[in-house]
């Protein structure tokens, strides 16, 4: 079991909502991109259209657009699965092996639900 550590843990928590809103920001535009909501993606899609435009090439960007999405989504989840970890008071403390998270790591990746041992050998969940 871990022992207690003194985390500012209102520090990670502000991180962890701008790295937050930033992910949600990147989404909304990803999928104003895919559905030409932006005024960008009009104007390039109507040159498209009007010099006989690329179909492939436009399907093949909403689909890559369509899978970064999904991976920033899965993003949202751990930070919101680190938010809760604060509020529940078991932020820093690995979820396989019940030891600190290195704060080393958790500067460098605040939602981090493992140290680095358990990521290693179990992988992301």
Do not use: W
């Not at 003194?6 to 989404?27: G, S």
């Not at 179909?55 to 093949?60: K, S």
């Not at 958790?106 to 041992?117: F, N, Y």
Request: with cysteine; aromatic share 2%; charged share 35%.
């Amino acid at each position: 079991m871990a022992r207690k550590r003194k985390l500012d843990l209102n520090k990670y928590k502000q991180t962890l909502e701008e790295k937050r809103a930033e992910i949600a920001e990147n989404i909304k535009r990803l999928e104003g991109e895919s559905s030409g909501r932006d005024r960008l993606s009009r104007e390039v899609a109507q040159q498209d259209f009007e010099g006989g435009g690329d179909a492939a090439l436009q399907a093949m960007t909403r689909s890559q657009n369509a899978a970064m999405s999904g991976n920033l989504r899965n993003m949202l989840i751990t930070i919101d699965q680190a938010r809760q970890s604060i509020e529940e008071g078991t932020y820093g403390i690995c979820e396989v092996c019940g030891k600190n998270i290195p704060k080393k790591r958790l500067e460098a990746l605040p939602e981090a639900t493992m140290c680095t041992k358990c990521h290693t050998e179990v992988g992301p969940r």
